[in-house]
């Protein structure tokens, strides 16, 4: 019930209010729109150390996948630093590595936003890329935009690689195989068992609701039906999902002696086809299988002894037995692997060293050119540095080439350590089929 | 229609001066790609999306307090059709292009179509089934587009041709605009006042002659378009999507987090809630980057023991409190 | 096919324990707690940390668990909940009011886990080796984690059902302004619930770390999705509907990997949206 008299004054104080509301609001959006220009406080100061950018996922979902494939940024930051910091070849001298890391939530429009902060705000010199394929192609068109060289780690899908071949993305590189790659080291390797041991029972192909999944057992299926092997299963499965017997006895019904899991849930697999008695005489998991002593022992309780013939696809990467100085660097590593698997053992796993190298191509790449991004990308496209995989070289839209390691296909042979058994000319051990039946079988 | 808009637009007691400040915001949004570089503009867009989500379903559920907690279905189908079509038209090059706008337009309208029929089936229920029958809704979309991918498409991820950051500020400040003046007009219409009704209490409006289930119907349906045209602007910021990523969980929650935040009693409560806890987000997340969700969601637990109307409706009764003293209590908006 | 009946039944019997939490929670208090599947998940945590660091057996941990819970239910009545009870007015209110202090705790625990514990994904490899039921070799610890569940679901619905405690806490479902009449001490009603609401879930999370040995911070929702599912199918406040409403999930779940795995989670969604359509109110809702 409003006072007659005041009704106007009412409307008048009503709209005031809102009026000071809507006015305070935009101050407040102004605001704090300029304390974000202001926070954190980073000053531009004359040039006394390199910053690298790191926008990546370090809560939510995708933080599981941060910490297991991207220890490597901070390991060759640390390094880099004890030796000094980073040759910069326009100072003449070693500028000590900083960097700057926000966390996306798992979040692919704020890894965006984060990245043009880095990139336009801070403006940093170097940026690592953030986790997963789609994060990785959706931050490409704005390190294409500002013409930032990144080696995407994590990176796997045939469409980029495809568009690197071309020469349409120029400043973003890859590292791992591609699906076409994959396709063909498994046919490779059938192939040669086919040879040497005789034919191939039925081969049954499982895959993840994801894009490693699809994408990988789409191009096994492809390469491996062209040479005429028989394929009778082919499945789908959700991403993640643990319950592995019901599919199992699929691949009993149909007989299948050649197992091929395409996704991240290769433990899960062999821990139920352990319980089902089931022994394929060829088991291929990947691109994450049981890889890390880590998560095989501490997460599902089967010791190394038991998964011996077990195979896995990552690649490129290298086995620690190829030399003393890889299995230095592998023992050196272990101390900082170990608190994040929680685990004796805690050797880094397969493309940890493969990552490793792929930086120092980049870090390299600074020393020599500079850090003139152009100049970096250029050499990035064309050169080859010294890592610890002896000259390594970014092939565009292909895996990483380097001169120890480059294996797709690594099986485990002996306690801790995976032999690289395909392609031939990259093996540091023959490889061993039939897969030895499951101990207690 | 244009008598309704008439009625509608002319608000009791409007002055020039409040259209000023109007006008002055207006001002502010178009002429930002002038002043701010490419970050703020991001910032400036990303909270103008998460408001216009927030404001699309609060037209619907914070009316009615039908808590939907489905965004994520709509906004996912909205961005996919949108990001197929484009991929398909531009990229491959198998359908004719399509200007955006008319794009956006079908995705509305098709989000409108699927929210009905859903509405038809779910909104016979009460409070918390509906908001689970929603929230499975949205999570069934994620699973079946990622068997359909799956099992028939080869390939996860959809890719999007690439727009200049002009074009996606603009199209993204004006779809957010337009829902802005969108809801608003509706909320002021027959409709709003329905739906308003409803949420006041259900059986009384059936008393008073409120068709409550078209009604219901309708508001689900025009609040989920709109959510559907928000999720088709975010095609033009990604170059990727698949189901994992437009399908997010985050969607379904923020929405009703951020009009909670602002508070349910009044019009623009939320749209302020959603644009101050977007910013909020943006400046957390920058300052204080490990223990940012943290601090949010002990943020959000204290509002909703302390504050529970909402921070804005809390300032606006403080102020009408300290202001409006000697005049008596003012007339709720 | 004999082996899909078993294997629903296993996943049915462990499904059954994580929803009865919820309705137990919900039916009684009417405080919609979104975060469910947080809580669960801190139980698995509990179990793994307990056996990982300390040795002490998965089973043994279950003790540990429950007794946290128990407690944590009560923290979370007395600091975040009970101020909701009575700021609102009606039972629709605190459920809309309750959703939103759900979400920042949804936040708070996740992020609480996930620096404490790292993001890396947990599980407690515990009896592996698979057994032989009916002819059919399953894994002993879902064996073990089904048996144990069907035990802990006997003992709740004896306490619901013929204890004086339990007849209060019915009353309170059906009658509440009746039951307040008669004497009942609904605030003591509230607590205890909430509680052993807690209780029961951290409980199943402590036996989902055993079988599921791929858990992160961020695993919670799947298992909230379970319990609301189930709440739906079975009606609310109703024991024996949401056991029946679970092992149909448990049972379409598993026949469904074996079918056409990529389909085994949305054919969950599927029996809702038809329960939703054939009968909304559940298979034995009021």
Redesign the interface.
């Known amino acids: 019930m ?2 007659p008299l ?1 009704r106007k ?15 305070v ?2 101050v ?2 102004v605001a ?2 300029y ?3 202001y ?2 406080a980073r000053p531009v100061a004359p040039k006394d150390k390199v910053v690298v950018g790191i926008a990546q996922s ?4 995708l ?2 996948q ?3 494939w991207h220890q490597c940024y901070k390991w060759i930051i640390e390094d880099y630093n004890a030796e000094g910091g980073l040759y910069v070849p326009e100072y003449g001298r070693k500028l000590p590595i900083t960097y700057i ?3 996306d ?1 798992s ?4 890894m ?3 990245t ?2 880095l990139i ?2 801070d403006k940093v010199d170097l940026i690592f890329a953030p986790v997963t ?2 994060f990785c ?2 931050a ?2 704005l390190y294409e935009k500002y013409h930032y060289p990144v080696i995407a780690l994590t990176y796997g ?3 980029g690689a495809e568009k690197m071949r071309k020469g349409e993305l120029k400043y973003c590189f890859q590292v791992l195989a591609s699906p076409d790659e994959v396709g063909e080291a498994v046919f490779g390797l059938l192939n040669y068992i086919r040879e040497r041991y005789g034919p191939l029972g039925n081969i049954g192909i499982l ?1 993840h ?3 490693h ?3 990988h057992a ?1 191009a096994i299926y492809g390469r491996l039906s062209l040479a005429g092997f028989s394929i009778p299963v082919y ?9 592995f ?3 199992i ?2 691949l009993k019904e149909a007989n299948v002696e050649v197992v091929i899991l395409c996704g991240y ?1 290769g ?2 697999f062999v ?2 086809a ?4 089931y022994n394929p005489k060829f088991l291929l998991l990947g691109p994450s299988g049981v890889e890390t002593p880590g ?1 095989a022992f ?5 010791t190394l002894d038991q998964v011996r013939g077990v195979m896995l696809y990552i690649g490129p990467s290298a086995s620690y037995t190829e030399n003393e100085f890889l299995k230095q660097w592998a023992e050196k590593h272990k101390e900082r692997f170990r608190p ?3 685990n004796e053992y805690g050797y880094p796993f397969p493309p940890s060293a493969t990552f490793y190298a792929a930086l120092q191509c980049l870090f390299e790449a600074v020393e020599k050119v500079g850090l003139d991004k152009e100049k970096i990308a250029e050499a990035l496209r064309t050169e080859s540095f010294d890592t610890i995989l002896g000259k390594a070289r970014l092939r565009p839209g292909y895996s990483i080439q380097t001169e120890i390691g480059g294996g797709i296909i690594e099986q485990w042979q002996n306690r801790y350590i995976m032999e690289v058994v395909w392609p031939l000319n990259a093996k540091s051990a023959d490889v061993i089929y039939p897969k030895p039946p499951w101990p ?1 079988s | 229609m244009s008598g309704a808009r008439g009625r509608a637009l002319s608000l009791k007691g409007c002055n020039s001066f409040l259209l000023a400040v109007l006008a002055a915001i207006l001002a502010f949004f178009f002429l930002a790609p002038l002043f701010m570089e490419v970050y703020y503009l991001s910032v400036l867009r990303n909270s103008l999306l998460l408001a216009a989500l927030t404001m699309s379903w609060f037209f619907f559920s914070g009316t009615t307090r039908y808590v939907s907690l489905g965004s994520a279905a709509f906004f996912g189908t909205g961005l996919y059709f949108t990001a197929l079509y484009l991929e398909q038209s531009v990229l491959s090059k198998h359908l004719p292009v399509l200007p955006l706008p008319l794009l956006m337009l079908m995705a509305g309208l098709l989000n409108f179509a699927i929210a009905f029929v859903v509405g038809l089936i779910s909104l016979r229920l009460k409070g918390m089934h509906f908001a689970v029958a929603t929230f499975a809704l949205g999570v069934a979309c994620r699973g079946i587009f990622d068997y359909v991918v799956s099992d028939f498409m080869g390939t996860y991820y959809t890719h999007i041709p690439p727009f200049s950051p002009e074009v996606t500020y603009y199209t993204i400040t004006v779809t957010a605009l337009a829902i802005f003046l969108f809801v608003f007009v509706l909320y002021r219409s027959k409709l709003g006042l329905a739906l308003r009704l409803i949420g006041e209490n259900e059986e009384v409006a059936a008393h008073l002659g409120v068709n409550t289930s078209l009604v219901k119907t309708l508001g689900f349906a025009v609040s989920s378009m709109c959510i559907g045209f928000t999720g088709s602007c975010y095609a033009t910021i990604f170059t990727v999507t698949s189901p994992k990523l437009a399908f997010d969980y985050q969607f379904s929650f923020l929405p009703p987090m951020m009009a909670m935040f602002g508070g349910l009693g009044l019009f623009y409560a939320p749209l302020i809630g959603a644009m101050a806890l977007s910013l909020l987000r943006e400046l957390l997340g920058v300052t204080l980057v490990h223990y940012f969700l943290l601090t949010l969601g002990a943020i959000i637990v204290l509002i909703a023991k302390f504050v529970p109307e909402g921070v804005v409706v809390f300032l606006k009764r403080r102020l009408e409190v300290g202001l409006g003293g000697r005049l008596g209590r003012l007339s709720s908006s | 096919m004999l082996d899909v009946v078993i294997g629903g039944v296993l996943l049915g019997a462990l499904y059954s324990l994580v929803a009865v939490g919820l309705n137990i929670q919900y039916g009684i208090t009417r405080i919609l707690n979104l975060a469910y599947g947080e809580l669960l998940i801190i139980g698995a945590y509990i179990t793994f940390f307990f056996s990982n660091f300390y040795g002490v057996n998965p089973l043994f941990t279950l003790i540990l668990s429950g007794l946290i819970a128990y407690v944590l239910g009560i923290l979370l009545q007395v600091a975040v909940f009970r101020g909701l009870i009575h700021s609102s007015s009606s039972a629709e209110e605190l459920e809309f009011k309750s959703l939103f202090a759900c979400f920042g705790l949804i936040y708070i625990i996740q992020n609480l886990l996930a620096n404490i514990f790292g993001t890396s994904p947990i599980g407690v490899p515990y009896l592996m080796e698979g057994i032989s039921v009916l002819g059919e070799r399953f894994k002993m610890n879902m064996v073990v984690v089904a048996v144990l569940s069907v035990l802990i679901n006997a003992v709740m619905y004896a306490f619901i059902r013929f204890t004086k405690f339990g007849l209060a806490m019915r009353a309170t479902v059906e009658e509440p302004a009746g039951a307040q009449l008669v004497g009942v001490d609904v605030l003591k009603i509230h607590l205890v619930s909430f509680s052993i609401g807690c209780l029961t879930a951290m409980l199943a999370g402590s036996m989902v770390c055993l079988i599921y040995p791929n858990l992160t911070p961020y695993s919670g929702t799947f298992y909230t999705i379970i319990a609301l599912i189930t709440l739906i199918l079975g009606g609310r406040g109703n024991f024996l509907g949401s056991v029946v409403g679970a092992f149909i999930l448990g049972w379409s779940h598993y026949a469904m990997l074996k079918f056409k795995a990529a389909l085994a989670d949305p054919i969950i969604y599927v029996i809702l949206i038809m329960m939703l359509i054939i009968r909304p109110k559940g298979l034995f809702g009021r």
């Open positions: 409003s006072n005041n004054a009412v409307a008048k104080m009503k709209v005031i209010i809102i009026a000071v509301v809507v006015v609001v935009v407040a959006a704090s729109l304390l974000l220009y926070a954190p370090l809560s939510g979902p933080s599981v941060v910490t297991m890391e926000y966390d939530e979040d692919i429009n704020k965006l936003t984060l043009e902060r336009t705000v394929t789609g192609y959706a490409f068109s899908s045939q469409a895959h609701v994801d894009q999944g699809i994408e789409s499945e789908s499965y959700p991403f993640m999902a643990t319950e017997k019901p599919l006895s699929k849930e433990p899960f821990r139920d352990m319980a089902e008695k998560m501490g997460a599902l309780g089967f994040i698997f929680r207690g």
